[in-house]
């Protein structure tokens, strides 16, 4: 039985979403401008409180912690510390392309398409992408194969991509996608998929069950541009 806590405000989406044991997870997920730090705290009582469930019931709470909006990431992480402070729960950090991967394995086009190899790109600002290449497992969450990287779209590697994922299809098009050396067909982009509370659950599910969370006071957001950080179940993959 799992009992999780998913949060993540890492994009211009607030989201959160709660799972109780096998019960279908509630989320809610909304565009917003700048009204996170509004909505984040009233949207975990509201689910708690529709559950009738008290947040020290829970085993954990899961957090997008980046790489996204410098602010919203920020906001994420300082609200995830002071839940799990105040009643004692571990934490499970969550990389936002690493949730979005997660989500993306579910998905109707994905599962029809069937790729082996796969990218999840999504924009940075600036004119960069924050990317990372995938394989996909017959079981359980797809395996990062390296870093997350930033770059400029046409710097994006799509060598030997099979389906490619994420906001930054969109946003610059054919500088992202015009120098593969095929085209990609229709079924295989999604460019609709985004970071939400569901991809971070689908990703902490996996990693509660393994044993991986992490105390809440060793949690940090992570700044692609500054550095690239692992989580416990990424290191635990590194090394089986």
Wanted: aromatic share 8%; glycine share 6%; proline share 5%.
């Amino acid at each position: 039985m799992t009992r999780l806590l998913a949060i993540d405000t890492s994009s211009a989406w607030c989201s959160v979403a709660l799972l109780l044991d096998d019960s279908q997870p509630v989320l809610l997920h909304q565009k917003v401008s700048a009204g996170s730090s509004q909505l984040l705290l009233p949207w975990v009582d509201t689910l708690l409180q529709t559950a009738q469930v008290k947040l020290a019931s829970l085993d954990a709470i899961a957090v997008g912690v980046g790489p996204g909006a410098f602010t919203g990431v920020r906001l994420g992480v300082a609200v995830t510390q002071g839940l799990a402070v105040s009643v004692n729960l571990p934490v499970i950090p969550v990389i936002s392309l690493d949730a979005i991967a997660a989500e993306l394995i579910q998905t109707p086009r994905f599962m029809e398409a069937k790729p082996r190899r796969f990218i999840v790109a999504i924009d940075a600002r600036m004119g960069e992408v924050y990317w990372a290449h995938y394989q996909s497992a017959p079981f359980g969450l797809p395996k990062r194969n390296g870093d997350i990287h930033l770059s400029t779209p046409e710097d994006v590697d799509l060598e030997g991509i099979d389906f490619i994922a994420g906001s930054a299809i969109d946003e610059y098009g054919e500088r992202l996608l015009g120098h593969a050396k095929t085209s990609f067909p229709t079924a295989a982009i999604d460019s609709q998929i985004n970071i939400s509370a569901s991809g971070i659950l689908s990703y902490a599910k996996v990693a509660w069950s393994a044993g991986l969370t992490q105390d809440v006071h060793q949690l940090e957001p992570v700044y692609v541009r500054n550095k690239v950080a692992y989580t416990a179940y990424e290191r635990k993959q590194a090394n089986s």
